[in-house]
């Protein structure tokens, strides 16, 4: 299985980071070729600009057709990033706003939207600044999940198959960081 990591977050060296490195260490271990795109590391543009809106005729930026080549390549994508005011980061949304654009990922036909992606599979894992509890109480972590989950990926033809989100990240103990990725293991070998 070609395995695509798609990893967004400033911070090298953030819990999210950790999470990633998991995620790509059971894909290895299971014998998958995996890659992971690092948005921040590489210095992503999320700006989508005027070329950007002439891709479905054709005319794909090269940053773009390299990140859709790296999509095209995988069976199973893999999105880890932060929540920020109850959405991903700008870096991840104008990634995907750029790279998942019209005749790519999804083709219109009158008022019917077909996905281009069928056959991929994506887990997410996210993480929050505040309780889980919060989120959920709220309601956030099911519109969250309706958000990306349908709005994005399953609309482009992929299938969801994990959505999960760990919180507190900043506050809690080494040791629920631990049973956090212990999760993350899991979750993965599960899918993978």
Known sequence: M?????????????????????????????????CCRDLYGMAFNPVLGKADLECANGSTPQDIKQEQEFITWADMLTFVYPVWWTGMPAMLKGYIDRVFCQDFAYALHGDKISGLLSGKKALIFNTTGL?????????LHEAMSLATDAGFFELCGMEVLHHAFFGSVHSVSAEVRKSYLGEVVAITSRYL
């Open 2 to 34: 070609n395995h695509l990591v798609i990893f967004c977050h400033p911070n090298p060296t953030s819990f999210n980071r950790a999470i990633a490195d998991s995620v790509e260490a059971v894909s290895g271990a299971l014998g998958h070729d995996t």
């Open 131 to 139: 309780p889980s509890t919060f989120y959920t109480s709220q309601g």
